[in-house]
């Protein structure tokens, strides 16, 4: 049974950084693509950053393109997302998860790993 666990999440100011981690036990998922999503209150879930198998290939939703990195240690079976530049609007639970293959997908009904989520809350 494949566990993913978020950390990383709390209150930043606007403008400012966090960084969350996902990492998974249970077996390894060095071959399998890794995402990031959120949601807010009221919302449904979006993407938000995805990861191939080896960490070569990365795909960010417009709204954090140029904020947000995700970045992988396949070594530590660890998905990152570096958040910079937050503001209010990045308010929300984010999950990280995985999809069966090595490949980016960015519809949640691709995925078929997922954490609990990590509370992330700007202040303006």
């Known amino acids: 049974q494949v566990q993913l666990v978020e950390s990383g999440g709390g209150l930043v100011q606007a403008g400012g950084s966090l960084r969350l981690s996902c990492a998974a036990s249970?077996?390894?998922?060095?071959?399998?693509?890794r995402g990031w999503f959120r949601q807010a209150p009221g919302k449904e879930r979006d993407f938000v950053a995805a990861?191939?198998?080896?960490?070569?290939?990365?795909y960010y939703a417009d709204p954090v393109k140029g904020r947000f990195t995700i970045s992988r240690d396949n070594a530590k079976n660890t998905v990152y997302l570096e958040m910079n530049s937050l503001n209010p609007e990045d308010t929300a639970v984010y999950y990280c998860?995985?999809?069966?293959?090595?490949?980016?997908?960015?519809?949640?009904?691709?995925?078929?790993?997922w954490g609990q989520g990590t509370q992330v809350t700007v202040s303006s």
């Open positions: 998860a995985a999809v069966p293959g090595p490949s980016i997908r960015t519809m949640t009904s691709d995925y078929i790993y």
């Open positions: 990861i191939n198998w080896n960490g070569c290939s990365t």
């Open positions: 249970g077996r390894t998922l060095s071959t399998n693509a």
